[in-house]
């Protein structure tokens, strides 16, 4: 809820698929004018609108290729490629990806409407995506205040300037592997910032108590041990940590799976095999399954399709849920709703797993990029992330084996445990008084 008086931000998205605007939105209650979506419609000139959409169209159509041809997944990798993080080396030397860039932003204005835009009130800035930070700080303006957010537990060269040592960006961190990567590109330390992702405020509660999430986490512990094996470990920590006083023997039989299609539409056939496989337990009510299209309405059309082929469609509304919306806050509130009463998440290693740290434990979809494999990796590490343990096909089998044996009610516990909770509160924190607080205690992150 926003605070009277509190301290304003120009907060920038862009039109780059759902994680860039999903990483703004929490930080809307800060947001001076509304988000910006640079390269939209309603902000960019048709000029800047082409060029952005040239970008977007790029990055989609190789998104999807990854599925269907090895040229795509050759030119994700090229475009994206992040190198081996050891041996410690010094990697500031600019590729060839950020001196493209600084030929778009030089000769072809990309990020000159929106460097207008913020002359306009001299305000704080937080971008989400790399390309309108730099051309900020290409500008020369906001030498204080010009943020940059860090969407993946590793980052592209791309998302340093040329010359890190002379810009004036100051980087927010979802993760302790950014802020070591930054450094090996050049950034001084001080000018990064370990706030930790910006999670949705409606899905954390108060942010000493973290009272929502407490409580879904420990209903959602419930509805993941069915035999004990999690608890008969961990009930005195989960006492501890949630303030419950008992674990009460009655519980709810069923538990609920979210699948969640990227922004691109990519690995929106696998629905079909996991509703084919798991229709025998929507139907007894052993399990819930939600489907979120995102803001596509093609995914959408096509999750009606694969439903009413399997003879699902009764169960829409009770016992399948879909989750879609053409506009895309609304489809983001629909999505933080939706993920309060889900027990696992499916979904590829996108900016999505660092939602970990609200106790919902992540079911890896095959990534897509080198950034969502470093996404796969970060979560392993946490053991937050968890390998579907066969194919889609036989979901019926290996999803509920995960559950009976304690796995998923562990990666739920691990995530909430080591994962940064409070990104969105440290950010308004900085933004307000320039400070950035840190915690060792889970509660304090």
Request: glycine content about 6%; proline content about 5%.
């Amino acid at each position: 809820m926003q605070q009277e008086g509190q301290k304003k931000a120009w907060v920038v998205s862009v039109i780059m698929g759902l994680g860039h605007t999903r990483a703004a939105y929490p930080l809307k209650d800060i947001a001076y004018d509304n988000i910006i979506v640079e390269g939209s419609r309603e902000f960019a000139p048709p000029d800047k609108y082409k060029l952005w959409h040239k970008l977007l169209n790029y990055y989609y159509l190789l998104s999807k290729a990854t599925n269907i041809s090895i040229i795509g997944t050759y030119a994700l990798v090229a475009l994206q490629k992040i190198p081996s993080y050891y041996p410690k080396r010094d990697l500031s030397r600019p590729n060839w990806a950020v001196k493209y860039l600084g030929y778009l932003i030089r000769k072809k204005n990309l990020g000159s409407t929106l460097v207008e835009k913020v002359k306009t009130k001299d305000i704080p800035v937080i971008n989400t995506f790399y390309a309108t930070a730099i051309a900020i700080d290409m500008a020369g303006i906001r030498p204080d205040d010009n943020y940059l957010m860090i969407c993946d537990a590793d980052v592209n060269r791309v998302w340093v300037p040329e010359n890190p040592a002379a810009s004036t960006i100051k980087y927010l961190a979802p993760c302790t592997q950014v802020k070591r990567r930054l450094m090996s590109y050049g950034v001084p330390e001080n000018k990064i910032f370990l706030t930790g992702f910006p999670l949705p405020k409606e899905n954390i509660g108060d942010s000493k108590t973290l009272n929502i999430l407490k409580e879904d986490l420990f209903k959602r512990l419930l509805r993941l041990d069915p035999t004990n094996r999690f608890f008969k470990i961990h009930e005195k920590d989960v006492l501890n940590f949630l303030g419950v006083s008992s674990i009460p023997e009655e519980r709810e039989k069923h538990f609920t799976l979210s699948f969640t299609v990227g922004g691109a539409g990519a690995q929106a056939d696998m629905s079909e095999k996991i509703l084919r496989s798991l229709r025998p337990m929507i139907k007894d009510g052993s399990i819930k399954v939600n489907l979120s299209a995102g803001v596509k309405k093609e995914v959408y059309d096509l999750f009606i399709i694969y439903i009413k082929a399997l003879g699902l469609e009764k169960y829409i509304g009770n016992g399948i849920g879909l989750i879609y919306d053409q506009n895309v806050y609304r489809y983001i509130d629909k999505f933080d709703s939706m993920l309060r009463n889900t027990d696992v998440l499916w979904t590829k290693p996108s900016e999505l797993s660092f939602y970990c740290a609200l106790g919902v434990p992540i079911l890896t979809a095959p990534p897509v990029g080198t950034h969502e494999e470093y996404n796969k990796t970060w979560l392993q590490e946490l053991h937050a992330g968890v390998n579907p343990s066969g194919p889609a096909e036989y979901a019926a089998e290996w999803l509920f084996d995960l559950r009976d044996n304690g796995r998923l009610a562990e990666a739920a516990w691990d995530g909430f445990l080591k994962a940064r909770k409070l990104g969105t509160f440290k950010i308004e924190e900085l933004i307000e008084t320039g400070k950035c607080s840190t915690g060792a205690l889970p509660f304090e992150q």
